[in-house]
């Protein structure tokens, strides 16, 4: 399946009640795939007139308890900043994909990594975090969705999920098999959710707190949350890290490419790993502090952005210096040859 | 002693901050009497604006959700897609409605969408102390049209209500006015058809409502409701203006007068 069509397969299964949506490339193909699905399963999709009307209607179903849906593209996801912003604020669990694309400004249809910082340092206004993943292939993709609806209800939070270009239109097989038929569990919603005002006082969903002391016990609240969050939330997978010489850092698609090129290297005996984030907020700060113990081993920050994930790496290893970064803009790919180029250099 | 009145179930006992002679008050007994004499208050969603009314929530007493500015109509839309057996209403002002929530005004009316959307006009912006609104009056002075709105520089009020007349999916449209008590009557009328309208799902319904702004017209609430009857009016005319309702119930009563 396409990747943009098998996140929605996924969506289905967990449970999804709504899909919202907007044409932009290159993600249109999920808002087609579910203007089809969505009715045959007796659920609600809307094409919307606007990624701000999109945010705002997803907010609006989430906020009623429901399960919800939307993808986007990096110029769309930015006018959904600020819906996210209120979500986050309003504690309602939503889950948005954006298939990333070149940019700044329209930029181009061609995949890039460069929504990394927006995605998870806020984007919207305000001191709030969101689950942020980065999936690597369209199995990961299928399975990292269908798992961020519990997540989000788990959390009250809206899941952000980081495609791209590539990811979103490769064709690969996705097995379902771990993936179940789920549905929304309303009941367990009821004590904040808009769901009608029977036999109970009305539920207000709202995130003005004029008294600034006040609004300060619940940014405390949040960050509370967020901690919790950071301590149980943290997913990342690793090849060959414990005896590198030089470990890559990398995640989606990009991890795919150097993936390939450090088993390569390994094979050859060249102590090299592979350091793959799959959770971008929370951050998997701890283990890169831990592959910085060793003061001979070296980091290379790989990614279609600039310096963007490069400044979580730095975060953990506690030295800018020692990292080093390689970066394509503007939606240029690496291909195998110049990582592993770049990976040698520095053996 | 007989009680003769009481205040609705559909308000919370809660104090108002609005000002003396706002008639955001007058326009909020309307509509919670309006969902509550309907039998719909447990049933009722209310999507609050940015604006004077942001505290509705603490008003009406049924769930409400605080959208962010404009975006009422599309968390309408969320909500009402969702659980389609509820009572979703907005309540929004004019810069919220007409200025930064036109799109989302607009399409949730194409749509069709099966929400009430309380349009409170007063051609100023309250909250923010006093600005010009998109349905200021040419010549009206506001504080950012301090000597008087210049058509030539500014551009000309919107009419809400003529402008979405042409929209398909508009069920029940109607402009009212809170100049006076048969005025209020007239608008608690229009709420009811308007919900009626949402509940037989019939498609989108707005009743707007001409309202006074005393503090930021620089008027006594007195004067105000004269102000509003001598200049809005004459530009924003009451009355029905798309009613797919009664037309319906006509048909209900002739099916019954048949049997």
């Known amino acids: 399946m396409k990747g943009n069509e098998a996140l929605c397969e996924a969506a289905i299964r967990a449970g ?58 990096s110029p769309g996801i930015s006018l959904m900043q600020e819906g996210i912003s209120y979500a986050a ?90 993936m179940p038929i789920k549905t929304n569990d309303l009941a367990s919603k009821e004590s904040w959710a808009v769901t009608g005002c029977k036999a109970r006082d009305p539920n207000i969903l709202y995130s003005l707190i004029i008294v600034p002391e006040e609004m300060e016990k619940y940014n405390w609240h949040l960050q509370e949350k967020y901690a919790k969050m950071e301590a149980e939330e943290v997913v990342f997978d690793e090849l060959g890290c414990d005896d590198a010489e030089v470990v890559a850092i990398a995640y989606g698609i990009v991890a795919r490419i150097t993936k390939t ?87 | 002693m007989e009680k003769v009145f009481e205040k609705t179930k559909g308000l919370t006992k809660n104090r108002m901050f609005y000002c003396p002679g706002c008639t955001h008050g007058v326009a909020h007994r309307l509509w919670a009497e309006a969902v509550e004499e309907a ?18 929530y603490y008003y009406f007493n049924n769930d409400c959700i605080g959208a962010a500015h404009g975006r009422a109509p599309a968390v309408a839309t969320g909500v009402k ?58 010549g009206e002075r506001t504080t950012t049209t301090q000597t008087g709105r210049d058509t030539s520089k500014a551009g000309f009020p919107i009419r809400v209500c003529e402008l979405l007349q042409s929209v398909t999916g508009v069920a029940y449209l109607e402009r009212t006015s809170l100049d006076s008590p048969k005025g209020a009557i007239k608008t608690k009328a229009a709420f009811k058809k308007a919900i009626e309208t949402q509940m037989r799902g019939l498609g989108f319904s707005l009743v707007e409502v001409l ?49």
């Open chain 1, 261 to 347: 090129v450090i088993r390569k290297m390994r094979d050859s005996g060249k102590k090299v790993g592979l350091f793959r984030p799959i959770s971008l907020w929370p951050f998997p700060y701890a283990r890169l502090t831990e592959l910085a113990k060793d003061p001979k081993r070296k980091f290379l920050v790989l990614e279609m952005a600039f310096e963007q994930l490069a400044q979580d790496v730095w975060l953990g290893v506690k030295d800018r210096d020692r990292v080093e970064g390689a970066y394509k803009l503007g939606g240029v790919l690496f291909n195998p040859v110049e990582v592993e180029e770049k990976i040698n250099s520095l053996l």
């Open chain 2, 211 to 259: 309202s006074t702004c005393p503090t930021n017209w620089g008027l006594a609430p007195a004067k105000a409701q004269q102000w509003l009857r001598e200049n809005m009016i004459p530009y924003f005319p009451p009355g029905v203006f798309v009613d797919k309702l009664t037309p319906v119930l006509n048909a209900e009563k002739d099916a019954k007068k048949e049997k």
């Open chain 1, 89 to 178: 604020a309003t504690e309602v669990p939503c889950v948005i994909v954006n298939i990333m694309r070149g940019g700044p400004g329209l930029g181009n249809i061609a995949p890039s990594q460069a929504d990394y910082l927006q995605a998870t340092k806020g984007g919207g206004h305000g001191d709030y975090n969101v689950l942020v993943y980065g999936p690597v292939n369209v199995q990961e993709l299928s399975e990292i969705v269908y798992r961020a609806f519990d997540k989000a209800d788990k959390w009250r939070s809206p899941v952000v999920v980081l495609g791209d270009g590539i990811l979103g239109q490769m064709m690969e097989t996705v097995d379902f098999t771990d």
């Open chain 1, 16 to 73: 999804c009640q709504a899909y919202f949506g907007y044409p932009i490339t290159p993600q249109n193909e999920v808002a087609e795939y579910m203007s089809r699905r969505m009715f045959e399963e007796g659920r609600q999709f809307v094409q919307t007139e606007s990624e701000v009307a999109t945010i705002n209607m997803v907010f609006g179903a989430a906020c009623a308890g429901a399960r919800v849906l939307t993808s986007s593209s």
């Open chain 2, 81 to 138: 897609r969702v659980s389609p057996e509820k009572l979703v209403y907005t309540y929004q002002g004019d810069g919220d409605l007409a200025a930064i929530g036109t799109a989302e005004m607009i399409h949730a009316a194409t749509r069709g969408e099966n929400i009430t959307i309380v349009f409170i006009n007063n051609t100023i912006y309250g909250m923010t102390g006093g600005q010009m609104a998109p349905t200021t009056l040419p």
């Open chain 2, 39 to 56: 039998g719909y208050r447990e049933r009722a969603v209310g999507i609050c604006p940015v604006g004077c009314s942001v505290f509705a």
